[in-house]
């Protein structure tokens, strides 16, 4: 295989990838790459890195150093490109809760410029796949986490992107939710080849999922490989065992004060 057909057939490519906020450095070059249609997990304890990442692949930081690529585009120079060839379910709860399920997911696709007939077919598409059809007129004030998690999920997938980055989407969630939520996404990867990108704190999850992982920490990618390269290399027997063997057992020290979080919970709230 040449090397520019391996580069046209990756979703997400990142070389020496840094994001430094002042003098810290949350993303410590990092480099990986992850196949079109290949479902990806990224791991790591509290604090290592991954929700910045996210944020750089998807627009929404900008980095400090480094080369990305989404689906050949670059999100620093090609902004609107990206934009529309991914969807993202982030961290924190985005949705707006004064609206219906319906007018989230309208709002949504109006963004999008997804033209009438086919923005009212997709929504109930959509809606009915995660189970919210008969519930698109309520408030999503009234729903529950995972009623509101489901959504999050149809809404992303509304303009039907090919890189689908999920950052904790199974946080909170029962156990039913988050199976029957992974067989979509994994469905959806089989028939679609929809690129999958996530985090998880549930090792299974990762394990039963993804077919490669990558576990990062203090902002560096340490360990990159099928859970079997994974398990094998630490001479562990299960994911966690490997994943504390590589990361250690200290409970991490947050980086910033709780002042910052509460001004970085307000900016989610208000983009
Ligand atoms: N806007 C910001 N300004 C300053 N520091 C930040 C900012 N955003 C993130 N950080 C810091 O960068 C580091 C990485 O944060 P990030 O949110 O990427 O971690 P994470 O791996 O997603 O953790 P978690 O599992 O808790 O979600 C943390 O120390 C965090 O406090
Ligand atoms: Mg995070």
Known sequence: MLPEDKENNLAIEVKSLTKKFNDFTAVNNISFSVDKAEIFAFLGPNGAGKSTTIKILTTLLKPTEGKIRINGFDPVKEQDRVRKSFGIVFQDPSL??????????????????LDGDLRKKRIEELLKIVELWDKKDLLVKTFSGGMKRRLEIARGLLHHPKVFFLDEPTLGLDPQTRNQMWSYIVDLNKKEGITVFFTTHYMGEAEKIARRIAIIDHGTIIKLGTAEE??????????????????????????SSPLDKMRQRRRMFHR
């Open 96 to 113: 707006d809760d004064e609206l219906t399920a319906y007018e989230n997911m309208d709002f949504h696709g109006v963004l999008y410029n």
């Open 230 to 255: 994974l398990k094998k290399s630490t001479g562990t027997n299960s994911l966690e065992e490997a994943f504390l063997q590589l990361t250690g057992h200290k409970i991490r020290e947050e980086h």
